[in-house]
């Protein structure tokens, strides 16, 4: 869903606005943040339901943000004019900070923003990741793709942490490596799972020196004559993200319960997409890796658990 930064007429800032108006305007902005939020069709917002509401909808607020700027990153067009999208919803942001609201997210994410203490630099952080994605994408080795999977999802974990809550004398020096870790382990699933689609971009986010390492390029990840290259260097990449996910498992104790259902939810997804990888023995081109129903519900269910005190 590719929104336009452009406002509606209803929606600019709060300058000269009442408190009455200020307030107005900021539920009319969680409300097109939820809908936004709702038309993505992703199951982020079951997982959201295990948080109160005020949580809940920052959430949202902060989910409709990456939508959005994930939608210039990727809609269509050349690549200059996409450039200068995304810039100028760079710049909407820098001015939302400042107060000035430019499009209908803007005074809920800012809300948000001030509310649970998210530092500016994360959502800035996501779009240095999203203009990575503008052009032709290759890896030189491991630490710039960690550099990359850091602005993309770790920064969106530390913030989503700022929301969630953490337990009575947890400090952030406590819970942001864990949280790092977890986007990092995220990142490297979904760049597993989406290898053939972000080829077709021209997207290669598997480090060159590895895949020379390998000598298993791009172009040969569809051989037969290369499959045991592939399956190789696959379960190197496996075993890397797995590595990550065991370092964010020591997040679940830091946060409040509500924080470790949702926590729960979302990891446990992720590893069941990795597992589900090596199920169809790393064949990531023939279908989309997706959850079967049945698994998506049994996470589901055990963050449901956690939140009632249950597990």
């Known amino acids: 869903m590719t929104e336009s930064c452009a406002a509606p007429v209803w929606f600019s800032d709060f300058s000269g606005a009442s408190a009455a108006q200020a307030s107005f305007q900021v539920r009319q902005s969680f409300r097109y943040c939820r809908a936004v939020t709702a038309a993505a069709g992703s199951s982020f917002p079951l997982a959201f339901r295990l948080l109160p509401a005020a949580k ?6 902060l989910y409709a943000y990456m939508r959005i700027s994930d939608d210039l990153a990727d809609q269509p067009g050349e690549l200059e004019q996409r450039r200068q999208k995304l810039a100028a919803w760079r710049a909407s942001l820098t001015a939302a900070i400042a107060g000035h609201f430019t499009h209908p997210i803007h005074a809920a994410l800012i809300d948000t923003v001030h509310r649970f203490t998210i530092p500016p630099q994360y959502l800035y952080d996501t779009l240095d990741g999203m203009e990575t994605d503008l052009g032709p994408v290759r890896m030189a080795n491991f630490p710039e793709l960690y550099r990359y999977c850091y602005r993309v999802a770790s920064a969106v974990g530390l913030a989503c942490v700022r929301i969630w809550g953490t337990r009575r004398g947890v400090t952030a020096a406590d819970v942001e490596p864990p949280a790092e870790a977890a986007g990092i382990a995220f990142q490297l699933t979904n760049i597993l799972r989406d290898l053939g689609d972000d080829l077709s971009r021209d997207r290669v986010y598997l480090p060159a020196d590895e895949l020379d390492h390998f000598a298993c390029g791009p172009e040969r990840w569809r051989d ?36 470790r259902a949702i926590f729960h939810v979302m990891a446990g997804a992720y590893r069941r997409l990795l597992d589900e990888i090596e199920r169809r023995h790393y064949d990531v081109f023939t279908h989309r890796v997706r959850l079967p129903a049945w698994r998506k519900a049994a996470v589901y269910l055990a963050g449901c658990c956690i939140k009632s005190g249950l597990w």
């Open 56 to 61: 809940r909808s920052a959430m949202e607020a």
């Open 224 to 259: 037969p004559s290369c499959a045991n290259r592939f399956r190789a260097l696959m379960q190197f990449q496996v075993a890397r993200a797995r590595a990550y996910y065991r370092r964010s498992q020591a997040l679940l104790p830091l946060l409040t319960t509500d924080g």
